[in-house]
């Protein structure tokens, strides 16, 4: 929303005509339904101390992303704006000279036109990439046009990462950085020192859509770390016919703490389409952690609704859902574990009394297998060409031919 007057605010992308009509939020319920937040060009004076210590809290605890863009207003040095920025911030009287003037004052060096300076980190970032390869990438950055006018900050927080800085200006021997972010508790944020970067919508093609890819990535990597009010965990990516489902939902209050308060029922529409209910029980060891389980006997999709009643506590109560699907295929339990497996075959191979091999081994085994001595095998060596029998077939053979031909009456 944009304040346009004293109490008169203009809105967008509202969902109701009461959502942010007195201007930004009080309470934490109705910060705590957004994911991410902006703040541009905008006094300490706009807030009071609850609201600057609910913006902490919305990225620590809540998870959401936070963006300053702009000027940062004096202000809100030792608040606890200051401590969620990736920078820190500096009075400008404590500035030499030159850094001195503002950030749109033309006429000083920190109101001057200049082309942003990528970092090593910010080369890489997927949040500054215009292209998938790396030479049109930098092409990319080379032809977008001047940016004007920077927020001289302090030093970087440690474990911050400067992924874009000023080309010529530097405070205490660091360039001045223009784009910083970091993790801050369960969120993320993001320090924007410059309030020109309309000039590469305005100043550049109409077909030329890097603008919006910048902030639609940096949009997105803000928004990522914030958690919904209900999650949907599996044990596994995929299941057989025949396997045990085991469905984890994790509930989070209206201010986005565990809620063990809730009442949730799980609706199952298998691919037959027949739907079944069953309620989800709480982890008694885990906080805000509900379980259920159940078998899947058909292949195909099946379609979870969990439904969620909460009332964890004054104001906090409602009714929500959250879907999810899994795809259940047929067993192929005889091919699971089909790989190789030469440790269990040596194990068998010594409890039986033979011998493993392996492919390196091969040319062992014609040796090992000519002759195995064991407990029923004896080697016995004869000569056939003197055997008794053998001179007794001969002379049976020579009689009955004798006999044969005197029959027929030949000699």
């Known amino acids: 929303y944009l304040q346009t007057g004293p109490e008169k605010y203009y809105r967008q992308g509202i969902e109701s005509p009461t959502e942010l009509s007195s201007g930004f939020p009080r309470s934490r319920e109705e910060l705590y339904q957004y994911e991410s937040l902006i703040l541009g060009d905008i006094e300490e004076s706009f807030f009071n101390a609850d609201q600057l210590q609910m913006i902490e809290d919305f990225v620590a605890e809540r998870g959401g992303g ?3 863009s702009g000027m940062i207003d004096e202000g809100f040095i030792s608040t606890p704006i200051a401590d969620v920025l990736p920078v820190t911030l500096i009075e400008e009287s404590f500035l030499p000279s030159h850094l001195r003037g503002g950030i749109r004052r033309g006429t000083q060096a920190t109101g001057e036109l200049f082309f942003p300076r990528l970092t090593n980190n910010g ?25 004007q006018g920077v927020y001289v900050t302090g030093r970087i927080k440690p474990g911050a990462t400067v992924l874009m800085e000023h080309p010529l200006l530097q405070y205490q021997n660091q360039a001045l950085p223009l784009l910083a972010t970091q993790r801050f508790g369960s969120g993320r944020s993001v320090a924007l020192t410059t309030a020109s970067t309309w000039r590469w919508q305005m100043m550049m093609p109409s077909a030329d859509e890097s603008h919006e890819t ?16 209900v999650t949907i965990d599996f044990d596994r990516e995929f299941y057989n016919v025949g396997d045990e489902v085991n469905i984890t939902a994790t509930v989070l209050d209206m201010e ?8 949730l029922w799980m609706q199952t529409n298998n691919p037959l389409d027949i739907v079944t209910d069953s309620p989800m029980e709480w982890d008694i060891e885990e906080d805000g952690v509900y379980r259920a389980s159940f078998v899947v006997e058909e292949e195909g999709v099946y379609d979870l609704l969990v439904d969620v009643a909460s009332a964890a506590g004054e104001g906090a109560s409602g009714a929500f859902e959250k879907r999810a699907a899994f795809v259940v295929t047929p067993s192929l339990r005889e091919y699971n574990n089909a790989a190789m497996d030469g440790g269990l075959l040596a194990r068998i191979a010594e409890a039986s009394g033979g011998t493993y091999f392996n492919v390196d081994g091969i040319d062992a085994l014609a040796d090992t297998v000519e002759f195995t001595p064991n407990a029923f095998s004896q080697e016995v060596q004869i000569d056939l060409w003197d055997q008794p029998w053998l001179l007794a077939l001969l002379i049976s053979l020579l009689c009955l031919d004798w006999v044969a031909r005197r029959l027929k009456g030949l000699s």
């Open 214 to 229: 910048l902030w639609r990535q940096l949009l997105r990597w803000l928004a990522v770390s914030a958690p919904e009010r």
């Open 256 to 263: 986005y703490g565990p809620d063990n308060d809730a009442t």
């Open 66 to 68: 936070f963006l300053m």
């Open 123 to 147: 080369e890489f970032s997927p949040l500054l990439r215009l292209a998938a390869d790396d030479s049109e990438n930098d092409i990319l950055w080379r032809q977008l046009t001047e940016l």
